[in-house]
Nanobody, 124 residues
Framework: QVQLVESGGGLVQAGGSLRLSCAAS????????MGWFRQTPGKEREFVAA????????YYADSVKGRFTISRDNAKNTVYLQMNSLKPEDTAVYSC?????????????????WGQGTQVTVSS
């Protein structure tokens, strides 16, 4: 069982930065692929970024590539999402998720555990 708690969301102006954190409980955190997804009202949840259990491999949606960076600290059971050059279209609830499956990282269904989410609002 893994419990995930996100933090770091807030209101920021376009062009600004935020760093989201996702703290995980459980001793097996280091064995999970971790992902970030986001959702806005009336839209489906979309993949943002993912990182392999070791941190050696990272994956990004085209819409955030070059602006967002995912990282993890297995000693702290935490995954991060550094978001730079934020745009109003990045406004969403951001959720982290843990998957025991390698591969298919952009697919919601492979993730076993989800956090409650943190709101990110980017003003123009």
């Amino acid at each position: 069982q893994v419990q995930l708690v996100e933090s770091g969301g807030g209101l920021v102006q376009a062009g600004g930065s935020l760093r989201l954190s996702c703290a995980a409980s459980g001793r097996t955190f280091s064995s999970y692929t971790m992902g970030w997804f986001r959702q806005t009202p009336g839209k489906e949840r979309e993949f943002v970024a993912a990182i392999s259990w070791s941190g050696a491999n990272t994956y990004y949606a085209d819409s955030v590539k070059g602006r967002f960076t995912i990282s993890r600290d297995n000693a702290k059971n935490t995954v991060y999402l550094q978001m730079n050059s934020l745009k109003p279209e990045d406004t969403a609830v951001y959720s982290c998720a843990a998957s025991s499956t390698s591969g298919w990282y952009q697919i919601e269904a492979v993730y076993n555990y989800w956090g409650q989410g943190t709101q990110v609002t980017v003003s123009s």
